[in-house]
């Protein structure tokens, strides 16, 4: 999981102690950040650009008098900002501003309006309030300047745990920040206020991560290919599986028959689709490699479900809202099947979510996800919506006792344990209707590979972003099962050079 790990501010302050502790210089570490900085600065800036530096009352602004003094050496033409008095930094900010040997202005409107690029190194991800005073006017000039901001560590203003901000933000072009991001890099609004991030090798030892147990990462490959279950050459159909996708009535098959293309798409040996009768003829018409089943009755459909092999079930998508579908939603639960609960499941369950928790209780041992969008999420857990998404995937992730699966741009994965995945390659072509049901399907598929659910669900986000990603703008939901060979493949690439690796170190 190199690399993936997201740490809260807190954690991050730790890593930088127990670097410290071990040997590490801090000054060492400022160095090499503010190395880093001028580098990714001088990248964007090119020649002739001058830049103007604007540096905080504390380490981020120790950062920043780094990065102008290696800007100032590669020869751009630099200013350099200070919201505090030079003689009243302390510590290792007041060390860079001494090697910096060169005028700080007090901070100005003049000096942005001759800048071609701006480094805002006001504050770091450590702010606790919101700006004010000259801090917050210092943040409002940049912004009005509209002129290329590298922001050091996180946009001034920005909370590097929650993505959040309660006044003034930066609104940065570029961030560069150091040995790990941080979940705000990746939630939403904090995702588009800090542009692209690199992240700087600024000389933290990796085994500190053994010490603060991360327990969020960002949705990478690396976090659940390992798990990925890849067909032995022995395999049969049976050996992978079978999912099953219930279907809506004759009005609202659709959505079902898109589940079930994604959960064979995804590798189940085997899918059907549970149909009532009424909508039998249609299902029919548009099905050939996924088989069919019909039901009449919830009883009808326990009987179908009552086959041990068909142990992963995708309910929810165009099922019909109300009574008729809370029945049914039981019968999947005592199954003994993973589950996955989506869209009119989920908001049939609104009313009564105590009994869903109990439902899903009752068989632990059988895998269950949720799946809702912000307004679904909404109907389920009214009072979870303080908070930012992360913490309010978690706290319903606790109470439910399923993996939850919180959809949007910043689409967050929790597990009953405390885990959480953030992804980040969802596209905005895959705001069109049925990319949800087909994103059920696929991590359908995978469950009923048996598959660990938390990474089942991570690997199915991330082939629908990459999947959607593969097709761009003209994305219909249609279009998604169709590209999983080709991002399998290069998955299966990525295992065996991971295997490769492995047995070279061995």
């Known amino acids: 999981m190199s690399g993936a790990e997201l740490l809260t501010t807190t954690q991050m302050d730790r890593a930088d102690r127990l670097a410290v502790e071990a040997g590490v210089e801090s000054l060492f570490l400022m160095e090499n950040a503010g190395r880093t900085v001028a580098n990714e600065t001088q990248r964007l800036a090119g020649g002739g650009t001058r830049v103007t530096v604007l540096c905080g009352p504390g380490n981020n602004g120790g950062d920043g008098f780094v990065a102008a003094r290696n800007l100032r050496a590669g020869g751009i033409e630099v200013r350099v900002g200070i919201l505090a008095p030079v003689n009243a930094l302390k510590g290792d900010a007041a060390v860079m501003a001494q090697r910096w040997n060169g005028p700080a202005e007090p901070l100005s409107a003049h000096m942005l309006d001759?800048?071609?690029?701006?480094?805002?190194?006001?504050?770091?991800?450590?702010?606790?309030?919101?700006?004010?005073?000259?801090?917050?006017?210092?943040?409002?000039?940049?912004?009005?300047?509209?002129k290329p901001i590298v922001a050091v560590d996180v946009p001034s203003g920005l909370d590097g745990t929650t993505g959040t901000f309660a006044g003034p933000?930066?609104?940065?072009?570029?961030?560069?920040?150091?040995?790990?991001?941080?979940?705000?890099?990746?939630?939403?609004?904090?995702?588009?206020?800090?542009?692209?991030?690199?992240?700087?090798?600024i000389g933290?030892?990796?085994?500190?991560?053994?010490?603060?147990?991360?327990?969020?990462?960002?949705?990478?490959?690396?976090?659940?290919?390992?798990?990925?279950?890849?067909?032995?050459?022995?395999?049969?159909?049976?050996?992978?599986?079978?999912?099953?996708?219930?279907?809506?009535?004759?009005?609202?098959?659709g959505a079902a028959r898109m589940g079930a293309r994604g959960a064979l798409r995804a590798g189940a040996g085997l899918v059907t689709v549970?149909?009532?009768?009424?909508?039998?003829?249609?299902?029919?018409?548009?099905?050939?490699?996924?088989?069919?089943?019909?039901?009449?009755?919830?009883?009808?459909?326990?009987?179908?479900?009552?086959?041990?092999?068909?142990?992963?079930?995708?309910?929810?998508?165009?099922?019909?809202?109300?009574?008729?579908?809370?029945?049914?939603?039981?019968?999947?639960?005592t199954s003994g099947a993973a589950v996955v609960l989506d869209a009119d499941v989920i908001?049939?369950?609104?009313?009564?979510?105590?009994?869903?928790?109990?439902?899903?209780?009752?068989h632990k041992s059988r895998p269950v996800v949720l799946t809702p969008h912000e307004g679904e999420f909404e109907r389920l857990f009214p009072d979870l919506m303080d908070g930012s998404k992360l913490e309010r995937a978690r706290a319903a992730a606790k109470r439910s006792g399923a993996t939850v699966l919180?959809?949007?741009?910043?689409?967050?994965?929790?597990?009953?344990?405390?885990?959480?995945?953030?992804?980040?390659?969802?596209?905005?072509?895959?705001?069109?209707?049925?990319?949800g049901d087909v994103l059920g399907g696929i991590i359908t598929g995978l469950l009923s590979q048996r598959m660990p659910v938390f990474e089942a669900v991570c690997a199915g986000v991330w082939l629908h972003g990459e999947a959607a990603?593969?097709?761009?703008?003209?994305?219909?939901?249609?279009?998604?099962?169709?590209?999983?060979?080709?991002?399998?493949?290069?998955?299966?690439?990525?295992?065996?050079?991971?295997?490769?690796?492995?047995?070279?170190?061995s």
């Not at 939901?477 to 690439?493: G, M, S, V």
Request: glycine letters at 8%.
């Open 274 to 333: 549970a149909s009532p009768i009424d909508a039998l003829a249609t299902n029919a018409a548009h099905l050939t490699a996924i088989m069919l089943k019909p039901f009449q009755d919830p009883g009808e459909l326990a009987e179908i479900l009552a086959d041990q092999r068909k142990n992963a079930v995708l309910i929810g998508p165009a099922v019909g809202i109300g009574e008729e579908t809370l029945l049914l939603a039981h019968v999947v639960l």
């Open 406 to 435: 919180l959809k949007g741009a910043d689409t967050v994965i929790a597990a009953p344990d405390g885990r959480a995945a953030i992804n980040e390659n969802a596209t905005p072509w895959l705001a069109t209707a049925g990319a």
């Open 469 to 505: 990603d593969a097709v761009g703008p003209g994305l219909i939901a249609e279009d998604l099962p169709e590209q999983l060979p080709t991002i399998l493949a290069r998955l299966h690439h990525a295992a065996r050079r991971e295997e490769n690796i492995k047995s070279c170190k």
């Open 204 to 253: 933290i030892p990796e085994y500190v991560l053994s010490a603060i147990a991360p327990q969020t990462w960002a949705n990478h490959f690396s976090i659940w290919l390992a798990q990925f279950h890849w067909p032995s050459i022995d395999a049969n159909k049976y050996d992978r599986g079978h999912a099953v996708a219930v279907s809506g009535p004759a009005d609202g098959t």
């Open 114 to 146: 001759e800048a071609d690029l701006i480094v805002d190194a006001l504050f770091g991800a450590g702010l606790a309030r919101p700006l004010d005073g000259e801090a917050a006017a210092a943040v409002e000039a940049m912004n009005a300047t509209g």
């Open 347 to 362: 908001t049939s369950f609104a009313s009564d979510s105590d009994a869903l928790w109990a439902a899903i209780a009752e």
């Open 169 to 201: 933000v930066v609104h940065a072009r570029r961030t560069v920040t150091f040995f790990r991001r941080k979940p705000g890099h990746l939630l939403l609004p904090g995702k588009q206020l800090c542009g692209p991030v690199t992240v700087a090798d």
